[in-house]
């Protein structure tokens, strides 16, 4: 197999650097109260840059309460437009790479300035970072599934330039590191299937279920379904003699590589939260602790404990959390209040329909090897527990109706629309006496999408700085 870097065109690197570019200069212009959730991660971030610790979880300036708000504020900019809502417990409980890359970030940039501006650029690396690789291992894994380099770069163009994923790559989240773990675990995968699972494919498996398991708890469906197609595919491969020695040897690598690089936290945490390592059970201790020391602690906004059902949950126009959330996985900035007129959203869900078709055409008349299956499996299972998981959560604990919780399935239709499209494509560079005379598909949609991506940045960006 070629080299890591090595045969990446020139298109492909630039496009790479087009997507840091782009987040970066968002990462520098975005003001703090316009990002969802950020004014929370960032009171661990000014914790651990101030202190050189990490958080427990018990610190008042880490607890998700109105009166911390200046706390997040005022080592970066000016005072908050917006507060930080009374939830009564802290990010710390759950993972926080986003917020300890943040803080990294502002260790070393400190030394060169204490400017408040250039801190709160420092803090959003992560994110920026993000991105950008997850730009990077579409096009690494479009070089292993397509014959044709247009469709990597189809695939990569989908991901990053969707504007709700470029918006993630501008302010601190977990979110951006979901999306990087997935592009990086199924790069890695494909790797580990066809060349029996080297040494090096196996360390990028458990780096990539290390970040995912740091990032989010909306990731890890597909940490599920890649742990079981790992086995699936080392078990099920007749060419391999040693399968059993093949077996042993990726477990012991992916499962010595996440316990290395992530089971530090959750250790860390069953040890200071009396065995709940999730951090789960230890945030309701936080509310209830709060509560009965007389502060007033906000109530979660639980659908079933209002009497809703699940018809009523999916249907209820007052509440519309399907219409809601498909549109922020789409684009929606700010605080879930700067929306693309509605037709805008049709195009979106048009171009999303033509993956799904064009992939289910090609895929029933096309001879399947083992890695289709799987690739199907993986794409169809983990996009069903997602939504699962965020409709779950909706409902049972809390309603957040947001996008960005189901943002790794742009990655599934991507890769639809890519592997569809990749048969029927001609050649980018053709024989000099065979010149292509049609219209290339694949650039046309490039063209088309980075053009939709544009149209809505340009009406969205004067409304999100204003």
């Known amino acids: 197999m070629k080299g890591f870097l090595r045969d990446m065109h020139w298109s492909e690197c630039l496009l790479v650097l087009l997507v840091f570019i782009i987040c970066l200069t968002g990462a520098c212009l975005l003001p703090m109260d316009q990002c969802p959730d950020e004014l929370g991660r960032q009171l661990l971030s000014n914790w651990m840059h101030r202190t050189g610790k990490l958080p427990t979880g018990d ?13 997040a504020i005022s080592p970066l900019t000016h005072p908050p437009v917006r507060s930080i809502g009374a939830w009564g417990f802290s990010y710390a409980l759950r993972p926080y790479l986003s917020s300890m890359a943040g803080a990294c970030f502002m260790k070393v940039v400190s030394f060169l300035t204490a400017s408040g501006d250039a801190l709160l650029t420092a803090s959003r690396m992560g994110s920026v970072l993000a991105v950008s690789l997850t730009c990077f291992f579409c096009l690494r894994l479009g070089h292993l599934l397509f014959r044709k380099r247009i469709s990597a770069i189809l695939m990569a163009v989908i991901v990053c330039f ?33 060349d029996r699972w ?77 065995g709940d390592f999730l951090g789960i ?24 404990e209002q009497g809703i059902s699940l018809t009523e949950f999916f249907t209820r126009r007052d509440r519309e959390f399907t219409r809601m959330t498909f549109r922020s996985f789409i684009c929606v900035f700010g605080y879930m209040d700067i929306y693309l007129p509605d037709v805008r959203y049709g195009i979106y869900y048009a171009f999303f329909l033509l993956a799904i078709v064009l992939y289910a055409a090609v895929f029933v008349r096309k001879k399947k090897s083992r890695e289709d299956w799987m690739l199907c ?48 494509s001609p050649e980018l560079d053709p024989p000099a006496k065979e010149k292509c005379r049609t219209l290339h598909p694949g650039i046309i949609l490039t063209i088309a999408y980075l053009l939709m991506s544009l149209w809505a940045f340009t009406e969205m960006v004067p409304r999100l700085l204003s």
């Open 377 to 424: 499996l993986l794409m169809a299972a983990s996009g069903v527990i997602t939504l699962f998981l965020t409709c779950w959560g909706s409902y049972m604990r809390d309603y957040q109706p947001q996008g960005r919780y189901i943002i790794t399935l742009i990655i599934p239709i991507a890769f639809m629309l890519a592997w569809g499209l990749d048969p029927i």
């Open 162 to 194: 969707l504007p709700q994923v470029l918006f993630l790559g501008m302010y601190q989240n977990n979110d951006a590191l979901t999306l990087c773990a997935v592009s990086m675990l199924l790069y890695f995968f494909i790797r580990g299937n066809r």
């Open 59 to 71: 610190e008042a300036e880490t607890l998700l309460m109105p009166s911390s708000a200046e706390y």
């Open 281 to 304: 059970a230890s945030e309701a201790a936080s509310r209830a602790r709060l509560t009965e020391q007389g502060v007033q602690v906000g109530p979660y906004n639980c659908p079933r």
């Open 198 to 274: 080297s040494v090096r494919s196996c360390a990028g498996m458990g780096g990539g279920f290390s970040l995912g398991l740091l990032s989010y708890y909306s990731v890890y469906g597909w940490l599920l379904i890649f742990g079981f197609l790992c086995v699936l595919s080392v078990l099920l491969n007749r060419e391999d003699p040693r399968r059993m020695r093949t077996f042993l040897r990726m477990t012991v690598w992916i499962a010595g590589i996440c316990l290395l690089l992530a089971g530090w936290f959750f250790i860390r945490n069953a040890v200071l939260h009396g």
